[in-house]
């Protein structure tokens, strides 16, 4: 059982930056593959970005790619995404998830484990 723990939302202006950060419990960390998924008001969650276990294979949906940057720190069991140039469509509660075997996919139904979200707001 993995337990994830988001950090690092809050209200950003447009232009602006954030740094969301996801730890988690246990010892085989680098066995995950991990992922940030977000929902905004009235739509369906959706995949932002996902890394292998290994940090060897990263992918982005095309809306955040060149502006967002996820990486991960194996010894802190711990997953960011950094958030840059932020615009007010990036406005969502944010999740971070998990997976194992470590191979990075899209789909929300291929991750096991799931936090409870932050929330990222970007005001126009």
């Known amino acids: 059982q993995v337990q994830l723990v988001e950090s690092g939302g809050g209200l950003v202006q447009a232009g602006g930056s954030l740094r969301l950060s996801c730890t988690a419990s246990?010892?085989?960390?680098?066995?995950?593959?991990m992922a940030w998924f977000r929902q905004a008001p009235g739509k369906e969650r959706e995949f932002v970005a996902a890394?292998?276990?290994?940090?060897?294979?990263?992918y982005y949906t095309s809306s955040v790619r060149g502006r967002f940057t996820i990486s991960r720190d194996n010894a802190k069991n711990t997953v960011y995404l950094q958030m840059n140039s932020l615009k007010p469509e990036d406005t969502a509660l944010y999740y971070c998830?998990?997976?194992?075997?470590?191979?990075?996919?899209?789909?929300?139904?291929?991750?096991?484990?799931w936090g409870q979200g932050t929330q990222v707001t970007v005001s126009s």
């Open positions: 890394i292998s276990g290994s940090g060897g294979r990263i």
């Open positions: 246990g010892r085989t960390f680098s066995s995950y593959a």
């Open positions: 998830a998990a997976r194992s075997p470590g191979f990075a996919y899209r789909p929300e139904y291929e991750y096991d484990y």
